[in-house]
């Protein structure tokens, strides 16, 4: 499916450039377009694919190009004050060419965190296509700021999209890695699961036809609305075309019975295995297994059974399933995307601390004031000079 993606804030602007580039080392045709925005100006000077002209720089008259530290009050704010700016950028998209909005952010800073969700409801109030947000929840050992950031976030952001798709930094990172080397590791690992789906919607021209191709519309359908999450699996595969070896192959000697079992066996890990965002599986309101890889390997069959075995794991008639031919690949995997997730123990998680660090943050603020007031005050025997 075609989209248009902006990326707000640091995190958000960073994924969408890398969605750039993943778009066209896969030859997906999934970007229509990509925008950046944020508060910050070296943040928009690190962008390497995002157009210059697709940059927008909000706030100026606040914060100077200096960011919003991690205040998202003043990020959703700024963004309010400065949407012209950004619908200028989104004016230039040919926006009858998209099927949908896709906006990336980190919820736990300030820009994204704040500006997104603002984006959303103006998006919603001006287009037909849906708008889905992607965003990505910190790590728990960031701190009590970024987790009530995201936890107030989340509850906007997921109001105001039509559906939100949430990677969470926690569960992806590795021990010893540095916190940019890591992201970077993340960053990839995300494009490739979302870039994956959304490149599985959209058929180009000379493209092998799927067997049972994915339309944007069963994306669409699938989404619908709440809370998604992405599982993915894939395994390395002999591919014919390749080397001396595979001119000795004919049609009859390709098990068919091994690819059906192998591709239901890697929808399975998929679900089973790391999702996006953990979740019980079985809450799931819908879902949607893509397999993918070279089209000798993808058969009817072993999607169908995916697809079954899914139905019978999360107990919806809502399941549906495609393929995603990539002639070029040496590995076959699968996608599975769920949606209208419901039993998330992290976003509890995530509330409950955020609740905590916001009364904390009440009790020291009112206690400062007292303590400073006794400071400047004397006891209240000076008198001030005016
Ligand atoms: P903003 O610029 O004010 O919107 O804030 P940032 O995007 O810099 O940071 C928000 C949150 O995003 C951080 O707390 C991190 O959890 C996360 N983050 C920052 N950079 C990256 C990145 O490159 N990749 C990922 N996956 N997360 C990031």
Not at 101 to 110: D, E, K, N, R, S
């Amino acid at each position: 499916m075609k989209l248009a993606l902006i990326g707000f804030g640091q995190a958000g602007g960073k994924i969408v450039d890398e969605f750039l580039a993943y778009d066209d080392a896969i030859g997906g045709g999934f970007v229509e377009a990509g925008i950046a925005v944020n508060s910050a100006t070296t943040d928009l000077q690190g962008l390497e694919n995002i157009p210059k002209r697709n940059r927008v720089l909000i706030g100026q008259a606040r914060v100077k190009g200096h960011g919003v530290g991690a205040d998202n009050e003043l990020g959703a704010e700024i963004t309010e004050k400065d949407i012209d700016e950004i619908q200028g950028a989104i004016d230039r998209i040919p926006i009858h060419e998209i099927d949908a909005f896709l906006i990336v952010a980190g919820m736990g800073g300030g820009t994204g965190s704040g500006g997104a969700p603002v984006l959303a409801t103006h998006l919603k109030r001006i287009y037909t296509q849906p708008v889905y947000g992607l965003g990505i929840l910190p790590a728990t050992d960031e701190g009590g700021i970024y987790t009530l950031n995201a936890a107030r976030s989340f509850r906007t952001f997921v109001r105001e999209v039509d559906n939100l798709l949430v990677f969470d930094n926690d569960v992806w990172r590795s021990a010893g890695e540095t916190v940019a080397g890591g992201y970077d590791r993340i960053n990839a690992e995300i494009v490739e699961r979302f870039g994956l789906l959304f490149a599985a919607g959209e058929v180009n021209e000379g493209d092998h036809v799927a067997e049972s191709v994915v339309d944007s519309s069963e994306i669409i359908n699938t989404l619908d609305d709440g809370v998604s999450t992405i599982g993915y699996a894939r395994e390395t595969v002999d591919t014919a075309g390749d080397g001396l070896l595979s001119s000795f192959r004919t049609s009859d000697d390709f098990d068919e019975g091994a690819a059906t079992n192998r591709m239901t066996s890697l929808v399975r890990k998929a679900a089973l295995g790391r999702l996006t965002l953990p979740c019980d599986v079985g809450s799931a309101d819908r879902g949607l297994v893509v397999t993918t890889g070279p089209p000798e390997h993808l058969n009817r069959k072993g999607v169908e059974r995916g697809r079954q075995w899914l139905e019978d794991e999360t107990g919806s008639m809502e399941i549906r399933g495609g393929d995603y031919p990539l002639p070029d690949r040496n590995e076959v995997g699968a996608i599975v995307l769920l949606s209208g997730v419901t039993d998330v123990p992290r976003i509890d998680q995530l509330q409950q601390v955020a609740i905590e660090a916001q009364d904390t943050t009440e009790a020291v603020r009112a206690r400062a004031e007292d303590d400073f007031a006794s400071l400047v005050d004397a006891g209240g025997e000076l008198d001030a000079l005016f």
